[in-house]
């Protein structure tokens, strides 16, 4: 009896020790009790929409289906989901999933221009859009924030990145979470975002898409991985596995990824999902014999759940059977899966509802026009050209003055063109100047030059010429990769033209990338760059134009002179010869001894620097920033210093500036950067006002990732900049204790 009752008081005790389920967890329990295997793996696929074909629907019938990818006719969708829900056996619905990238109907500018904006409140905005237009679809799932670092603008795929720094990736997809998300999936036109591509995608060999990549962990922690920690900290939803093998292990079967760092370091309760076929794309990496065996390895890495390679559909159940995967692992990639759609009130509200006129509305368009105005980068501007001024006639030329479809960048399966407001149909409604259009090329890789001379004849008619060149949208974003990343076509030619009427000449950069347009640059009066801005590019270029905005932009990754440089990035490390005593190629004498020049790090063709550094943004006024003042020399490890600089506007516009706040570990027991991003503030100063802006720094801040792999911060001295740039600035310096 005694035994007994010291047994009862046991249990108690445990159970009153042990936290209870939340509720949710014990529908998913509750549900999973009933599940067959079948039905788990069923809900691990994720298929192609293929409208309400037999196929399709028997399949969801049969419980064989999770999420369905690429529907977007409403009644389609409900459709699939009354079947998923009436007749299937357990009455579980489907997830349906689109690629929204920069926007559903309304696209907002690529999301590499997002990021030039640096204010992350524009860029939640435009997920918000984004979100509403596309749930008002039946997509209740978007495969967006990419948050890959990206280095090399000869990847296509930059373009739908936020750049090359690791801060602003994670301020700016934390934001974009948020904006998908809001603060309850649940909400109707919520969506669940996904970060991607975990990871390291953004270091592919050669800037060539899908390619290898080997990255040192201790700079997979400090570079790459801490924007997709940032978003899981955000709630980000799902994450989705990247094509590339990270030093020799593809990501879709990297347990060490996906499970030691994903899960037990970072506590996701998240879903994990492959790219399109990168569970079968392990066979030609080789890494796996088949598809079987690459099923076994991605159900091993704890991915949850398979983009069609219908590895998990055909072989899940026999791995089980043969003791290769355990059941409990599939319960647990069931149970994100299930929790996902239990997040999203799928249970509750499977149907998506009629909205009235969900897409384009004003305040939407309204909204990307404000993004695509942020987005611009004001890159040089002589004589201050900009705002035209005094001009009667302004020649609007150039392939991507009139090209609806190639403003909107890649990765818009759903924009409509004709939706789309192009610099010359914005110029048209100007009252300021009239306006020829001429664009001389029909499309930016054009190479004839018949046009070219009426675009010259319109410039001679003009009093400044606006010419808009760039990438048509076909040539960045995924598998666009270029090796020469300058002005495809007769461009350069056609610039060379145009200058050579003596007009004042600005060019309107509209690209997928950084390109590199050292030439171009060196003969226009002004370079306004635009990453595609999207629907309302055309609007934004013209109050850009005309002085009714001021451009405000900064440069989320570098410029490089010559493709030669790259990685090119602000963030490198010193090296043990950093550049001076820079002689050029074309000023070594001939016959010189082998160390008589230089013996520096640099280029003998490009020197050191790029064309245009990461943070680089003119403004129509001018900002002067005065030495950064610290509240303290010395940061304790508990505590924190408050750095502030007085910022006035020289000028005549009132503008917002852009602050940046950089630091340097002057020595450490692995060589540091010598700048990196701390934070940054976008403020409003009116014309001959002075702003006081102030940062907080921790020592958090300063840690980075030693050999151990552990993150802290050494004692030392360390600089601090706020700057306009990664390049400009007077350093304070203080000490860590
Ligand atoms: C492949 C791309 O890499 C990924 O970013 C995208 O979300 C999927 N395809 C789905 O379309």
Partial sequence: MKNKLLWFATIALLAACTPAKDSTEQKIDNLLSQMTLEEKIGQMNQLNGMGLSDDLTGQIRAGQVGSILNEVNVDVVNELQRIAVEESRLGIPLIIARDVIHGFKTIFPIPLGQAATWNPAVVEAGARVAAEESAASGIRWTFSPMIDVSRD??????????????????????????????????????????????????????????????????????????????????????????????????????????????????????????????????????????????????????????????????????????????????????????????????????????????YYRPESLEKAKQAAIESAVLLKNDKQTLPLKDVRTVALVGPLADAGVDQVGTWCFDAEPEHCVTPAQAFRNLEQFNVIVEPGLTYSRDN??????????????????????????????????????????????????????????????????????????EMADAVLYHFHAGTMAGPALAELITG?????????????KMVGQVPVYYAHKNTGRPASNITMIDDIPVAAPQFSIGSTSYHLDAGSQPLFPFGYGLSYTTFAYANPVLSDTVLTRNGKITVSCEIRNTGSYDAYETVQLYTRDLVASLCQPVRLLKGFQKVHIKAGQTATVSFELTADDLAFCHSDMRSYAEPGDFQVWIAADSQQGIPATFTLR
Wanted: with cysteine.
């Fill in 153 to 358: 603008p000869r990847w296509g795929r930059i373009a739908e990145s936020y750049g090359e720094d690791t801060y602003l990736s994670a301020v700016m997809g934390a934001a974009t979470v948020k904006g998908y998300q809001t603060d309850n999936l649940a909400n109707p036109t919520a969506i669940a975002a996904c970060a991607k591509h975990f990871c390291g995608y953004g270091v592919s060999e050669s800037g060539k898409d899908y390619n290898t990549t080997w990255i040192p962990e201790v700079q997979l922690r400090d570079v790459y991985l801490p924007p997709f920690k940032a978003v899981a900290d955000a709630g980000c939803a799902t994450f989705m596995c990247s094509f590339n093998d990270i030093n020799g292990v593809p990501s879709t079967g990297n347990a060490w990824l996906n499970k030691d760092i994903l899960r037990d370091e970072w506590n996701y309760d998240g879903m994990l999902v492959t790219d399109w076929g990168s569970m079968e794309q392990m066979i030609p990496h080789g890494f796996c014999s088949d598809l079987k065996h690459a099923a076994e390895v991605a159900a091993n890495a704890g991915v949850d759940m398979d983009m069609m390679s219908y590895g998990y559909t055909q072989y899940l159940k026999t791995l089980v059977e043969e003791g290769k995967v355990k059941e409990a692992d599939i319960d647990n990639a069931v149970r994100n899966i299930l929790r996902l759609k239990f997040r999203l009130g799928l249970f509750e509200n499977p149907y998506t509802a009629k909205v009235e006129n969900p």
């Fill in 448 to 521: 004839s030059q018949q046009g070219i001379q009426k675009a010259v004849a319109a410039a001679r008619r003009a009093d400044a010429i606006v010419c808009c060149v760039g990438e048509e949208a076909i040539l960045s974003g995924e598998a666009k990769c270029r090796a020469d990343i300058s002005l495809p076509g007769a461009q350069t030619e056609l610039i060379r033209q145009l200058k050579a009427t003596g007009k004042p000449l600005v060019l309107a950069v509209m690209a997928g990338r950084p390109l590199t347009i050292g030439e171009e640059t």
């Fill in 548 to 560: 009714q905005a001021v451009p405000s932009g900064k440069l989320p990754v570098t410029i490089p």
